[in-house]
């Protein structure tokens, strides 16, 4: 099984940490773009926020990783 990570505003997500998640911390559209290029290879599963997924657009992306949105 892939690794799992997590992107977005630093109060959203930082807590994903204690489970065992990637976190990487993006605060502004550039940030988000710039932690979805450097994901490590084996990551299968991104989970955004809601700004994060409005910066990366994620209406047509498929295959790994596969872009989860928080409520």
Do not use: K, N
């Not at 997590?6 to 990637?22: D, H, M, N």
């Not at 490590?40 to 989860?68: K, N, S």
Request: proline content about 10%; overall charge negative.
């Amino acid at each position: 099984m892939g690794a799992i990570a997590v992107v977005g505003e630093s109060p959203l997500v930082e807590g994903f940490g204690l489970a065992g998640v990637q976190v990487f911390l993006a605060a502004t559209p550039a940030a988000v773009r710039e932690a979805w290029r450097q994901l490590p290879a084996d990551v299968e599963v991104v989970i955004l926020t809601a700004q994060a997924a409005a910066a990366i657009g994620t209406r047509h992306h498929f295959g790994p990783p596969y872009p989860v949105v928080l409520p």
